[in-house]
T-cell receptor, first 111, second 113 residues
């Protein structure tokens, strides 16, 4: 499978703390994207980082990309209860126009 | 609101039956992707259409089929349903080529009893 994997599978933190999620993938990429999914809802795009970028910021989100290690991390700073959701990394479009999603990290932020 | 509309939101049916899930992409988006999300399988890519033509096929069962119509809406047909087909089915759209993001609908939750 060309799917990526997120690590950890589940993460529970206190409100105000930072949350870090990691993603590893298997193939060469043009870009990597992070998505968020509230329970039972559709995925929402958070941020895209291109293969020639090493770090990108968007509000409280910070994404890093290490193409030599085929890995990325998503940092959410000063977490809020409303950040409770599952977070997925995705690579693509790759061969056959597919987007490959990781297995997701379930984040719980305790108020 | 992503601009992608999926109907129905919930569907309960029996084994052996056939259902059709519908997706209207964002205005102007030519590509439509279908994904299946179940508890133990994560997000599985099923099939992609671009401007009416099938472009990519993933782990789609032979009992499943899809099409994209001239008005760009898409339908996913699931037949001879089994208990294991119970899942959330998502449609996503994007403009077309390039590196654009996917815009997801809210999904259709299928329960097969």
């Amino acid at each position: 499978s060309q799917q990526g994997e997120e690590d950890p599978q589940a993460l529970s933190i206190q409100e105000g703390e930072n949350a870090t999620m990691n993603c590893s993938y298997k193939t060469s990429i043009n870009n990597l994207q992070w998505y968020r999914q509230n329970s039972g809802r559709g995925l929402v795009h958070l941020i895209l980082i291109r293969s020639n970028e090493r770090e990108k910021h968007s509000g409280r989100l910070r994404v890093t990309l290490d193409t030599s290690k085929k890995s990325s991390s998503l940092l959410i700073t000063a977490s809020r209860a409303a950040d409770t959701a599952s977070y997925f990394c995705a690579t693509g479009p790759g061969t056959g126009n597919q987007f490959y999603f990781g297995t997701g990290t379930s984040l719980t932020v305790i108020p | 609101d992503s601009g992608v509309t999926q109907t129905p939101k919930h569907l309960i049916t029996a084994t052996g039956q056939r259902v059709t899930l519908r997706c209207s992409p964002r205005s102007g988006d030519l590509s439509v992707y279908w994904y299946q999300q179940s508890l133990d399988q994560g997000l599985q890519f099923l099939i992609q259409y671009y401007n009416g033509e099938e472009r990519a096929k993933g782990n789609i069962l032979e009992r499943f089929s899809a099409q994209q119509f001239p008005d760009l809406h898409s339908e996913l047909n699931l037949s001879s349903l089994e208990l294991g087909d119970s899942a959330l089915y998502f449609c996503a759209s994007r403009e077309g080529g390039g590196t654009g993001e996917l815009f997801f609908g809210e999904g259709s939750r299928l329960t097969v009893l």
